[in-house]
């Protein structure tokens, strides 16, 4: 399967401070890349969807001034949480996309916001 | 727009029995692929079993199965000779052939020793 990687695996932030999540597809040349959210013993939701090279499309309901993603390269997508609040802690998770047949995931990050 | 639900929030099986972990999904696409995932607490998520749509024979991985109506939108997961290492929580997930998934609300399994 997709080795992905995410870089940190967890992070612990000021109030208002802004937080960048890597995330890297390191056998495999990613065009599209989802990012989920993931809140305790609840539910995997996707956030955005990045597109190597073009702006990234966001679920409704989700801040795309709050959440800034970039995917300047097939290997590389990012994920910025701009001036982070308490309610912005959680498990962020990428997955490379494919063809619909399988999705693989990053091991994830945790976001704490004090 | 497409739905999946897992009516189960908890599930319970003794070490060595089988359990049956249900989804049910909505959709007015006609290709499309179901998929089984499992997250251990390290939230790692770990695909367990996939299902395209237009292949009526259930998939099966070793000690997982589906069993997939599609007519009722039906999509059940079935762990036989249940193993500690199975407790988890499980995710029933669609996507269509943009690689977005959708997810359901999960299922807790705990398997008794």
């Known amino acids: 399967g997709a080795v992905v990687s995410q870089h940190p695996s967890r992070v612990i932030c000021k109030s208002g401070t802004s937080v960048k999540i890597e995330c890297r597809s390191l056998?495999?040349?990613?065009?599209?890349m989802f990012w989920y959210r993931q809140f305790p013993k609840k539910s995997l939701m996707l956030m955005a969807t990045s597109n190597e090279g073009s702006k990234a499309t966001y679920e409704q309901g989700v801040e795309k001034d709050k959440f800034l993603i970039n995917h300047a390269s097939l290997t590389l997508s990012t994920l910025t949480v701009t001036s982070a609040h308490p309610e912005d802690s959680s498990f962020y998770i990428c997955s490379p996309g494919g063809d619909g047949e399988t999705q693989y995931f990053g091991p994830g990050t945790r976001l704490l916001v004090l | 727009a497409q739905t999946v639900t897992q009516s189960q929030p908890e599930m319970s099986v003794q070490e060595a029995e089988t359990v049956t972990l249900s989804c049910t999904y909505d959709?007015?696409?006609?290709?499309?692929?179901l998929f089984w995932y499992k997250q251990p607490p390290s939230r790692q998520m770990i695909l367990v079993i996939r299902q395209e749509a237009y292949k009526q024979q259930n998939a099966t991985e070793n000690r997982f199965s589906v069993n997939f109506q599609k007519a009722a939108k039906s999509f059940s997961l079935k762990i036989s000779d249940s193993q500690l290492g199975d407790a988890a929580m499980y995710f029933c997930?669609?996507?269509?052939?943009?690689?977005?998934?959708?997810f359901g609300q999960g299922t807790t399994l705990q398997v008794k020793p």
């Open positions: 997930g669609f996507s269509s052939n943009t690689g977005k998934l959708i």
């Open positions: 056998d495999f040349q990613a065009t599209t």
């Open positions: 959709t007015s696409e006609s290709d499309y692929y």
